[in-house]
């Protein structure tokens, strides 16, 4: 079946770059997304990639899609102490409009 | 503003009784989902809908019960067959079915965090 992976923590510095990675195993994911959760709050549309593309940048994100290795990374740049949060990556098929959720990676930022 | 709201923020609940977390949408989408999340764990789904008056189970449905009467609103009852109720609850909503270039993007909601006393 439809499968979603990532990391549960990552540790990085102020100021330094995160990533953030994340595996699927369907081959007909149509959009991959990201979604930042910040303590006690619902989730929010951080950033997402149409699956024909192999990068997207906006601003401090920048998504990179491996579709031949399903693999799925999240780089912040120049990480704020804001940036602590949980990130989920999620996957749309082309079969039905659910999502495959991954169990998101808690990102901690140290001084 | 269009937006997803969810009420009450935080809930108690003692154990044996039923409660119904509230779920609103001005969005004008089709398609609702409920989804609950436990500490250190993703999102797992409970009920979704694609249109009025219809729903699905998802993976976790026993203990829980939804309806869908009017297209903003997505009320789930979380029922005393629910074991271990205490959790975080999400409400989301979609665009229906956008085809095979479609955006699924969800909006969430704030959440609601329900606790069994």
Known sequence: GEDVEQSLFLSVREGDSSVINCTYTDSSSTYLYWYKQEPGAGLQLLTYIFSNMDMKQDQRLTVLLNKKDKHLSLRIADTQTGDSAIYFCAESLDSNYQLIWGAGTKLIIKP | ?????????????????????????????????????????GLRLIYYSQIVNDFQKGDIAEGYSVSREKKESFPLTVTSAQKNPTAFYLCASSIQWAGLAGNNEQFFGPGTRLTVL
């Open chain 2, 1 to 41: 503003d269009g937006g997803i709201t969810q009420s009450p923020k935080y809930l108690f609940r003692k154990e044996g009784q039923n409660v119904t977390l509230s779920c609103e949408q001005n969005l004008n989408h089709d398609a609702m989902y409920w989804y609950r999340q436990d500490p250190g764990q």
